[in-house]
């Protein structure tokens, strides 16, 4: 197709005016922008430059209408300062005197905003009777930004008496307003109604020029929705810094929303499960609802900004409202006078109670809401999708927030905002949680930094003006961390601080991007040099220089990229992101250094133009209202380290397409749209602009715009012409002096007619050529347009140069500088340009327009297969990133594609269940196969090309023979794999020997392997184990195999984990946790076995996958998209990832020729070896295996081995009467038994446990007969011992460890280290003469199991924390410790009697058997030690008549045995065929117990004969109605019945007389960990923290039913939810109260009569990091891992205070010395894995100030000693010096760079004879073994070396596989003397004297320590060690003791100052020692 121009009649405009009328106004109006608009404003509000009384503001004050900006706002009126003698923002009783307010320091308010401060008016109510008189505002120091605190309003205030309402004089009402009596309140109430909210409310102040000036923090609103009708709360809230943030609540909004002026959260009112749609009409029963706001938190957590006052209420319709009260105190209104000795909570007032009848409850007729909720976890995904803050602190503990407002009459302290609900029909009542024991202080980031593994992302709840950012440098640019610092944008860091890292770093370096646009493809510009195109890839920016085709990338963006701009040097790059609001970024072109950062005001930016100088840039977008705004930045000090600075900016309601700043006038630019071309000029700090009369021309879609130039160098502006083209195919040529259109002319096709000269069509007769681009040069013009050309034209418009044909539309031209290359790029995604020199079409890139679903590579030519939702299939050069082939289908789309390993022939598999395969010689398509019936979702072949497999999502498998020209179908199965899972290349995978197929299937919960040549089902692996946190069953992902030397097999798993199987066994060998906060889609492992690469998210993560320790991740951005897959090139030297674009990774990790695979680790030797996995594979025939094969004799741990079910058996067992040892058990045919899956749908009681695991008998002792199993009719059996056939024996140590599936009833004991060396010379001192007494434990052992016995007729309390039995007093406080322990305990048995308990644990290092011990309940006494079982015990149970003990192996070991209590002797042991979950004996009949397992109940009978006690056995399998999973908890209710709880939150009931279940209900949506019953009553405990009373007393009466039974008649009577899973309970007879443990290491007292939960016993969660003490020793501080900061009570350690900052670990912690000044200053610095440093206050409970020292994670900190100055170092050896009042930071100490700061020591001291000033003595320990002794002076800024000390160290020393830590102290009895513990060549203290300057002393340990304190009191020397040991030395005699007790290393202890007690931690434990007198 050619094209001609047609010139046009009437193409002149009218005279030549500067500026019409009409121009004029327009100008007018284009000029009033909110900058202009607000500096008016500002202007008015000069104090003095008003009439006193007047204002200047409102929508008429204010002239020209406001930005979007401004508009929320300016419902608040302006007020001149010194106004009116009152101040604002309060309401004064009658009588108080004021004062005139003083201007001096009066600051200019917000803008919108009123001032709260003493200026304006205000209205003067009359004092009401509860109000006190209030003092004179602006009596005291000035302060125009915050109310003085009102003592009138405390403690609370009544706001509608003290406003009196009803007079509604101060109060104003609309609509249907009316007061009526309420019945439940028996009072008057005000009703507000009708059909529209807004039309009908109540509001205070009446006018919105006053304000109530109300400071207290919480809101009250008492009041009740109505019925079927939608409600609204608006508040308006002002902040410190006098911002008004409307914060509104109803049941209207759909979702949560927020802005900077606005905050909406939807209010939901309907008793609903949280995962349906919560937001809808009020329900019928609503109740009063007590509605708690914590203004504060609101603010601080949702904006980030400080709570000023509460300006404004108004209540709309439809409600009932009883009245409003504020306070700073928070009140707790179900609190019945009960006594709290634990609680320090704030009863409700009278005056605000509800009331409530005799013998009711509060919460059976009334809801409260708190808001926001009390939880410390971070919101849940819902919340995430709005925007929740990444690191927000909510009080109390609890689980994981509901996704919108939350109010309830059960505990809704755990929401993240307000739902109502009604009662259910199944249950009465709720009981809410109980009150806080102590405050948890909130606290929130000044800076999003938050984990957040999809990179960097921007947060649109945090306040744009008060968050810093972080730029984004990536491998690219040296390093993939986030960490420079620069302007202001949040940015979310991915949280790397507790991980190690892996060298090299960063071990990937972007080499290649494959793509181009993203958010649009009119964005490529040349450089000035007209060497390199400079274009977008997504959220890339990219150079490509196109003589050489290598690629450089600016890295930083997290969306894509919607504009750039490169000034006229080629020195600075401008860029803007399309996600709103958009983030423009400034980049050193040169460097590809980024700048700054900062946020537009315009929420897209769709075009950015630089001056020619770059000093300043234009930005053209829409703003959140949708209208089109201009915006001028200056940056012409950004290269200077300078800020951009909004020069000016304006709205336009014309369309702008494209903006230009002239190359001859900075000052001056030009735009075009729809229907209009404008000039603009910047003229001050005001852009103003007149549009060019168009003339007929006005209708015209105009698209782009370009200005001539001159050959001879740059035009003046009178000569100036703009050249602008149009969608019709108009080029109108203007001159922009004249403001005229000079020539219009108009692009138009041409038609042949039967000949060679083409047919001109006229300006009516046709449509143009719509011309989407324009670019000028001196001597032509390029034009794009939409019928694919790029056409170059002499600038009079008269022939065509060239015309170059693309594939699409042309979306953009631009001419080189030098005017002899056009860059043209395609909305198809290509790029090039055309060389008019030689006429020759150059393609730069190609790319899909849509994501990238797969990729695969080839190895023989380099090349890669990619498949994209855009239909095609694209084959690509690895080498050179050019496009080879192209593919389409427009009938369907392509899904997978996998190469043939050996031809040049790839497989593509399609939407319609069609698989291709396509040759790449011919390019055309060779054999089509459609046996699916699905989309396919999998494609792979064997690495030999023998064998292809697909998979499709109805579930099929399909099996083809590539040998073979036309790759016949060999196999085609039904259901094989999972039907809904997702296309992704690792949702099928063969192993590296091409022996193996694994893929997920048949469910999502389980991983099939098979022999690839038979498809003979080798092994299928439950990963459907309880996830804890979510309350649901795991499910599988993708799946990969590792390298074939390996045989590993890695899983990812919906729980965001990733698990590493052994591909014969099943066996898990290791796990990486938490790899992502999404699954990982996809994964692979590269050939040598060295890293693990996923897909997460928006990023790619390497892992190292040799390291057993499971480092941290190194993550790497860039896409915009989820990344759908990745994988290594084929030479194992790249990783390529697609997504929205395809990236090419450079591997920097050196190529190590002798790399070996990773050894096994230990419990890896039991499982198959190679050659077992080889003969598997080899027997895999063509035909399918009939038996699967034999395991091997040490049964590996694995997730559930599933085969074929055996046949026959009627689910009994009888005894033989043959006696003797018995080896094996053979079938009749001879056969040996195997070891198959047990509870499977065709599985029948007995006979499939003989037939599925080869039962025999296996004797007590040698002396005893050995009995074997037969099958039976139904009668009971005996048995005296069982165990499983090709099993090793129990007693053997190395048997590994088998996981229980489905079930968190097993005892995970903690990684403890080597355990106590008492045999190896440590020895413990007789108590008489111990110098250390153990006097208190802090913590719980939450991953016991039944650990925790209460018996509340004798007030015994006892539990376990690690090896510890802590009997304590709960009315005293006082603590009893048992120890003998060598391992955890995993569980406590009380006696009925209350005399004996006997506690259990883990078998140790230096024991072959678990330990039992036997205790005397009131002497404290062990009296009995007994051990039999190899493996820990599950659980213990004493008989009703306390005659025998029965102790339960766990899982590995499936042992039962029975002890007689009179001597404790081994009198039964029988080995269980299956896992069994609990025991339990028949409280009403002592010879019956009964235990739990996978899918079945067994009953036991106990009978004696004499002495002899034999069992009689009978199981039942659990009914179908009761559905899949296990049994997991047991207890017996009124008889003969037996209740039951199921892995699936199921409760089943069982007639144990008739040995059916008959019943059953849905009890919790997690499985069931705990029942307790009494004879009506039931608690259940679940996984999910859920603690629930069920009614049961009907169902005695069921059971006569049946079958025919329903649970309609058992309902819930109470709820509690609990901070983890439920793991012990204790209650009373009538389980009225009780005590229960949960996994979070937390006891609670329970009470049922008043609905609450009291926390009794509660410790860290995870590691214990430092521990400090007050100046007046009445108080102790820890920290933790888990991030919080906790203060304790030292005298009865109970916690006081709590500081939480989530997703950051605290690593050290400091208190301040005494004298830094009054004790109510006393403060801690706390310092985070983040490298951030905060100051707490511990008086006020809050956080003083935030500083970020350190890039790195810190190590330690501490005071000067005089409190002014803060010493951190970090893990990279930095030493930071910071003033502890302002956090600057004024000096860095960089003398130990290169290994961690250990220690820092500061000690007062005259440094006189040291030979250097200085008040203080300090010194820092480095991880090289190096020590530095400085003396300083700080308020001088003095710092002096005085000594340096290296310690040698051997090549090797490691305790526990970790370098010990390198400690030094000063000595406190000698100044000059410092002690140094570390690792060396000998195990020993080194005393050092600095006077002498010589190592004066050397004290010889058994052990490298881990921990060193120095008592100031006495010479004792306390050293903790990894081998669970304490040592006490005493430095002046040289004796030593040593002390047992931590089941841990003991890497932390500390004095107090007063040397009476020491604290020592390990793990979480805290154990709290007494130093005896000495």
């Known amino acids: 197709m050619t094209a001609e121009v047609a010139p046009l009649s009437g193409s002149r405009c009218q005279a030549p005016r500067c500026m019409s009328r009409a121009g004029r106004a327009d100008a007018k109006a284009g000029s009033s922008s909110g900058a202009m608009a607000r500096g008016s404003a500002r202007r008015a509000r000069v104090p003095g430059s008003g009439v006193p009384g007047s204002r200047v503001g409102g929508r008429g004050a204010q002239g020209p209408r406001l930005g979007p900006e401004a508009r929320v706002p300016a419902r608040a009126e302006y007020r001149l300062p010194g106004a009116h003698p009152r101040a604002p923002g309060a309401w004064l009783p009658s009588g108080a005197r004021t004062r005139p307010a003083r201007l001096a320091g009066v600051g200019v308010a917000g803008e919108g905003a009123?001032?709260?401060?003493?200026?304006?008016?205000?209205?003067?109510?009359?004092?009401?009777?509860?109000?006190?008189?209030?003092?004179?505002?602006?009596?005291?120091?000035?302060?125009?930004?915050?109310?003085?605190?009102?003592?009138?309003?405390?403690?609370?205030?009544?706001?509608?008496?003290?406003?009196?309402?009803?007079?509604?004089?101060?109060?104003?009402?609309?609509?249907?307003?009316?007061?009526?009596?309420?019945?439940?309140?028996?009072?008057?109430?005000?009703?507000i109604r009708g059909s529209v909210s807004a039309a009908n409310y109540i509001q205070l102040p009446k006018n919105s020029t006053q304000s109530l000036g109300l400071t207290g923090r919480y809101l009250y609103v008492l009041f009740r929705p109505l019925p079927n009708k939608h409600f609204v709360i608006h508040l308006d809230v002002s902040t410190e810094d006098n911002q008004v943030i409307r914060v509104s609540f109803s049941n209207l909004f759909k979702e949560f929303k927020s802005t900077a002026t606005r905050l909406q959260f939807p209010f939901v009112l309907e008793a609903r499960t949280p995962q349906r749609d919560l937001v809808g009409l009020v329900p019928h029963g609503a109740r009063w609802t007590f509605l708690q706001l914590d203004l504060q938190d609101i603010l601080l957590v949702y904006l980030n900004r400080r709570y000023g006052h509460l300006k404004s209420v108004r209540l709309c319709a439809s409600l009932l409202v009883r009245?409003?009260?504020?306070?700073?105190?928070?009140?707790?209104?179900?609190?019945?006078?009960?006594?709290?000795?634990?609680?320090?909570?704030?009863?409700?007032?009278?005056?605000?109670?509800?009331?409530?009848?005799?013998?009711?409850?509060?919460?059976?007729?009334?809801?409260?809401?708190?808001?926001?909720?009390?939880?410390?976890?971070?919101?849940?995904?819902?919340?995430?999708?709005?925007?929740?803050?990444?690191?927000?602190?909510?009080?109390?503990?609890?689980?994981?927030?509901?996704p919108c407002p939350v109010a309830s009459s059960k505990p809704v302290r755990f929401s993240v905002s307000p739902v109502v609900q009604t009662p259910s029909p199944t249950a009465s009542s709720q009981a809410p949680l109980a009150p806080r024991p102590f405050p948890e202080v909130s606290l929130s980031q000044e800076r999003s930094e938050a984990s957040n593994a999809d990179g960097p992302r921007f947060h649109s709840l945090e306040p744009w003006a008060r968050v810093k950012a972080s730029d984004v440098h990536t491998a690219a640019a040296g390093t993939h961390v986030l960490t420079h610092e620069s302007t202001e944008v949040p940015v979310a860091f991915e949280d790397a601080g507790s991980c190690k890292r892996f060298l090299p770093d960063p071990i990937l370096r972007l080499k290649g991007v494959i793509g181009f646009g993203g958010h649009s493809t009119r964005q490529a510009l040349w450089t000035p040099d007209g060497t390199a195109v400079v274009y977008p890839c997504h959220a890339v920016i990219v150079?490509?220089?196109?003589?050489?085709?290598?690629?450089?990338?600016?890295?930083?963006?997290?969306?894509?990229?919607?504009?750039?701009?490169?000034?006229?040097?080629g020195s600075l790059l401008a860029s803007a992101q399309a996600r709103t609001p958009s983030v423009i970024r400034l980049w050193d072109f040169q460097t590809g250094r980024c700048l700054c950062v900062f946020q537009s005001p315009v929420h897209v930016v769709c075009s950015l133009s630089f001056s020619d100088s770059g000093a300043l840039l234009c930005g053209v977008g829409k703003d959140r209202h949708g209208r089109t705004m201009v915006v001028a930045w200056g940056t012409g000090q950004v290269g200077l380290g300078g800020e951009v600075v909004v020069l000016a900016k304006a709205h336009t309601d014309f369309d702008v397409q494209a903006f230009r700043v002239t190359f001859f006038d900075e000052t001056r630019m030009a735009s075009c749209g729809q229907g209009s071309v404008r000039l603009w000029r910047l003229r001050g700090r005001a852009l103003r602009s007149c549009p060019v009369d168009l003339g007929e021309h006005h209708v015209l879609q105009f698209t782009d715009l370009a200005f001539k130039q001159a050959r001879d160098g740059c035009p003046e502006p009178s000569a100036a012409m703009l050249f602008v083209c149009s969608r019709s195919g108009h080029i109108l040529e203007i001159d922009c002096q004249c403001m005229v259109v000079r020539h219009a002319r108009r692009l138009l096709p041409t038609q042949t007619l039967g000949g060679p000269h083409p047919q001109k069509q006229t300006f009516s007769t046709g449509p143009g050529i719509a011309i989407s681009s324009l670019s000028l040069s001196p001597a032509m013009c390029a034009v794009g347009s939409a019928d694919g050309y790029l056409r170059l034209w002499p600038l009079d418009f008269s022939s065509v140069l060239l015309e170059a044909e693309h594939e699409g539309p042309v979306s953009s031209v631009c001419v080189?500088?030098?005017g002899l290359r056009v860059l043209s790029a395609t909305s198809s995604g290509h790029l090039g340009f055309l060389d008019t020199p030689s006429r020759v079409y150059h393609m730069l890139a190609r790319s899909h327009t849509a994501p990238v679903l797969a990729l695969a590579t080839e190895q023989r030519r380099g090349q890669l297969a990619t498949v994209s939702q855009d239909r095609t299939v694209r084959i690509w050069d690895l080498a050179t990133l050019q496009q080879l082939y192209d593919f389409t289908s427009s009938e369907e789309a392509p899904c997978t594609v996998t190469f043939h390993p050996t031809r040049p022939i790839f497989f593509c598999g399609f939407s319609s269940g069609a698989v291709r395969s396509f040759s790449l010689e011919a390019a055309e398509v060779l054999v089509e196969h459609t046996c699916h019936q699905g989309a396919i979702t999998g494609l792979t072949a064997t690495p030999d090309g023998r064998l292809l497999f697909s998979s499709c999502s109805r579930g099929s498998l399909a099996q083809y023979n590539c040998a073979d020209p036309q790759w016949h179908v060999l196999r085609v199965a039904a259901d094989m794999v999972w039907p809904d899972a997702p296309a992704s290349p690792s949702t099928l995978a063969v192993s590296r020997d091409g022996r193996?197929?694994?893929?997920?299937?048949?469910?999502?919960?389980?991983?099939?392997?098979?022999?690839?040549?038979?498809?003979?089902?080798?092994?299928?692996?439950?990963?459907?184990?309880?996830?804890?946190?979510?309350?649901?069953?795991?499910?599988?992902?993708?799946?990969?195999?590792?390298?074939?030397?390996?045989?590993?097999?890695?899983?990812?798993?919906?729980?965001?984990?990733?698990?590493?199987?052994?591909?014969?066994?099943?066996?898990?060998?290791?796990?990486?946790?938490?790899?992502?906060?999404?699954?990982?889609?996809?994964?692979?492992?590269?050939?040598?076995?060295?890293?693990?690469?996923?897909?997460a998210g928006r990023?790619?993560?390497?892992?190292?996958?040799?390291?057993?320790?499971?480092?941290?991740?190194?993550?790497?951005?860039?896409?915009?998209?989820?990344?759908?897959?990745?994988?290594?090139?084929?030479?194992q030297q790249q990783v390529l990832s697609a997504g929205d674009a395809i990236f090419l990774w450079d591997i920097l990790a050196t190529t190590e020729s002798d790399q070996r695979f990773p050894g096994p680790s230990p419990a890896c030797e039991a499982g198959l070896g190679t050659g077992q996995l080889e003969d598997a594979a080899s027997r895999a025939s063509e035909l399918p295996r009939q038996q699967v094969p034999k395991p091997s004799q040490a049964s590996?741990?694995?997730?559930?081995?599933?085969?074929?079910?055996?046949?026959?058996?009627?689910?009994?067992?009888?005894?033989?009467?043959?006696?003797?040892?018995?080896?094996?058990?053979?079938?009749?045919?001879?056969s040996l038994l195997t070891e198959k899956e047990a509870g499977r749908a065709g599985d029948r009681a007995w006979a499939a446990a003989v037939g599925s695991w080869g039962l025999a008998l296996s004797p007590c002792s040698p002396s005893q007969p050995c009995e074997q199993w037969r099958a039976g009719q139904g009668r009971w059996c005996r048995c005296r011992g069982l165990r499983a056939v090709g099993t090793s024996d129990t007693k053997n140590s190395g048997a590994p460890r088998t996981t229980c599936p489905a079930s968190h009833k097993a005892f995970t004991p903690a990684r403890a280290s080597r355990g106590p060396h008492s045999a190896k010379g440590t020895s413990l001192p007789p108590a008489s003469s111990e110098w250390l007494r153990l006097k208190a434990v802090?913590?719980?052992?939450?991953?016991?199991?039944?650990?925790?016995?209460?018996?509340?007729?004798?007030?015994?309390?006892?539990?376990?924390?690690?090896?510890?039995?802590?009997?304590?007093?709960?009315?005293?406080?006082?603590?009893?410790?048992?120890?003998?322990?060598?391992?955890?305990?995993?569980?406590?048995?009380?006696?009925?009697?209350?005399?004996?308990?006997?506690?259990?644990?883990?078998?140790?290092?230096?024991?072959d058997h678990c330990q039992i011990r036997v205790w005397d309940v009131s002497g404290g006494l062990c009296q009995h030690l007994i051990s039999h079982h190899s493996t820990t015990v599950l659980a213990l149970a004493f008989s009703p008549d306390d005659r025998l003990l029965v102790t339960l192996g766990d899982h590995d070991g499936r042992t039962l045995a029975l002890w007689g209590t009179a001597t404790y002797d081994l009198v039964s042991s029988t080995r269980l065929p299956e896992p069994v979950h609990g025991v339990a004996f028949n409280p009403w009949d002592a010879g019956e117990l009964a235990c739990v397992g996978q899918g079945t109940v067994t009953f036991w009978l106990l009978q004696q004969r004499g002495a002899d006690i034999s069992l009689q056995v009978h199981r039942e399998q659990v009914p179908e109605t009761v559905g899949a999973g296990e049994l997991t908890s047991l207890c017996y209710g009124a008889p003969p019945l037996l209740y039951c709880g199921t892995s699936s939150g199921q409760v089943c009931v069982w007639d144990t007389r008739a040995g059916r279940c008959f019943l059953s209900w849905e009890a919790d949506d997690g499985g069931i960990g705990l029942l307790l019953c009494s004879s009506s009553r039931l608690v259940s405990g679940s996984s999910t923290g859920r603690l629930r009373l069920w009614a049961v007393g009907p169902v005695s009466e069921l059971r006569c039913k049946g079958s025919g039974a329903r649970s309609s008649s058992v309902f819930m009577e109470r709820e509690l939810v609990l901070d983890g899973a439920v793991v012990s309970a204790s209650f009373d007879g009538s389980v009225d109260m009780g005590v229960v443990g949960t996994r979070a290491g937390t006891l609670w007292f329970i009470s049922w009569a008043e609905g609450t939960s009291t926390r009794l016993i509660s410790g860290h969660r995870s590691k214990v990091n430092e521990v400090v003490f007050g100046p007046g020793e009445s108080h102790c501080a820890t920290c933790g891992e888990d991030g919080s900061v906790r203060v304790w009570a030292l005298a009865s350690m109970e916690l006081v205070i709590q500081f939480q900052v989530l997703n950051q670990s605290c690593l050290c912690l400091a208190w301040s010395p005494r004298c830094c000044g009054r004790p109510e200053q006393q403060r801690l610095a706390a310092g985070y894995g983040d490298g951030s440093l905060r100051i707490f206050s511990v008086s006020r409970t809050a956080m003083e100030l935030k500083m970020h020292p350190h890039p790195v994670a810190l190590t330690t900190v501490t005071f000067s000693t005089d409190g002014q100055t803060v010493l951190s170092g970090d893990k990279d050896g930095l030493v930071a010096v910071s003033h502890s009042r302002t956090g600057m930071t004024f000096r860095v100490l960089s003398d130990h760079q290169g290994a961690a700061i250990s220690t820092i020591c500061v000690t007062r001291k005259e440094c006189e004879d040291l030979g250097v000033e200085g008040t203080d003595l300090w010194l820092a320990a480095s991880g090289d073994q190096r020590v530095s002794v400085w003396a300083s002076d700080w308020l001088r800024n003095r710092c002096e070396l005085v000594d340096w000390l290296s310690f040698p160290m051997p090549a090797t020393t490691e305790t526990q596989g970790h370098l010990p830590p390198s400690l030094a102290a000063f000595c406190p009895w000698d100044g000059a003397l410092l002690m140094y513990v570390g690792p060396g060549f000998n195990k020993e203290v080194i005393i050092y004297d600095l006077s002498q300057k010589q190592v004066v002393e050397k004290i010889p340990l058994p052990f490298f320590a881990m921990s060193l304190s120095l008592s100031p009191g006495t010479r004792l020397l306390a050293l903790g060690f990894a081998e669970c040991m304490l040592r006490l030395v005493d430095c002046a005699t040289g004796t030593a003791q040593d002390f047992a007790g931590h089941n841990n290393a003991v890497h932390l202890c500390r004095f107090t100052p007063s040397a009476r007690l020491l604290f020592t931690a390990a793990c979480n434990e805290i154990l709290v020692w007494e130093v005896s007198g000495r």
């Not at 509860?130 to 109310?147: F, N, Q, T």
């Not at 003592?151 to 109060?171: C, I, M, T, Y």
């Not at 150079?543 to 490169?566: C, M, N, Y």
């Not at 993560?1101 to 290594?1128: C, L, M, R």
Request: charged share 20%; aromatic share 6%; hydrophobic share 35%.
């Open 114 to 191: 009123e001032s709260p401060g003493p200026t304006g008016s205000c209205l003067v109510p009359e004092a009401g009777p509860s109000s006190a008189v209030a003092p004179a505002r602006g009596a005291g120091p000035p302060d125009a930004r915050r109310p003085l605190p009102a003592a009138w309003q405390h403690p609370f205030l009544n706001v509608f008496r003290h406003f009196r309402v009803d007079e509604w004089k101060r109060s104003a009402k609309q609509g249907d307003v009316a007061v009526v009596t309420d019945k439940t309140l028996k009072g008057a109430v005000y009703r």
């Open 1099 to 1131: 990023a790619v993560k390497v892992w190292d996958y040799t390291t057993q320790a499971n480092p941290g991740p190194q993550v790497y951005i860039g896409h915009s998209e989820p990344v759908q897959a990745v994988t290594f090139s084929p030479d």
């Open 996 to 1095: 193996l197929l694994a893929f997920v299937g048949p469910s999502r919960h389980t991983v099939t392997v098979m022999g690839s040549a038979s498809l003979d089902e080798l092994l299928r692996v439950d990963i459907g184990t309880l996830d804890l946190a979510s309350g649901r069953l795991d499910s599988a992902m993708a799946v990969c195999f590792g390298p074939a030397a390996l045989g590993h097999l890695l899983v990812s798993t919906s729980s965001n984990r990733v698990m590493v199987l052994d591909a014969a066994s099943g066996r898990i060998i290791r796990e990486l946790p938490g790899v992502h906060p999404e699954p990982c889609s996809s994964l692979m492992l590269s050939e040598d076995a060295r890293f693990l690469l996923m897909a």
């Open 1196 to 1230: 590996p741990p694995r997730l559930g081995i599933c085969a074929r079910p055996p046949e026959g058996g009627d689910g009994t067992f009888t005894t033989s009467d043959e006696e003797g040892p018995c080896e094996e058990s053979r079938d009749p045919e001879g």
């Open 816 to 818: 080189s500088p030098d």
């Open 1338 to 1407: 802090v913590g719980y052992s939450g991953n016991g199991r039944a650990n925790m016995v209460w018996r509340p007729d004798t007030g015994f309390f006892a539990y376990t924390c690690g090896r510890l039995v802590v009997v304590e007093d709960l009315h005293s406080g006082a603590q009893q410790h048992w120890p003998g322990h060598p391992a955890e305990i995993s569980t406590l048995a009380l006696s009925h009697s209350a005399q004996v308990l006997a506690s259990a644990s883990g078998r140790s290092s230096t024991t």
């Open 323 to 402: 009245n409003l009260y504020t306070s700073d105190l928070c009140f707790e209104p179900a609190i019945s006078g009960a006594p709290w000795a634990k609680l320090p909570v704030t009863p409700m007032p009278r005056e605000m109670a509800f009331p409530v009848p005799k013998g009711e409850s509060w919460h059976d007729r009334y809801v409260h809401v708190r808001f926001p909720s009390d939880s410390l976890k971070v919101p849940s995904k819902p919340m995430e999708k709005s925007g929740s803050p990444p690191e927000a602190v909510l009080l109390g503990p609890g689980p994981h927030p509901l």
């Open 543 to 569: 150079v490509l220089l196109v003589d050489t085709g290598e690629q450089r990338f600016f890295l930083g963006h997290t969306d894509k990229v919607s504009a750039l701009a490169l000034d006229g040097s």
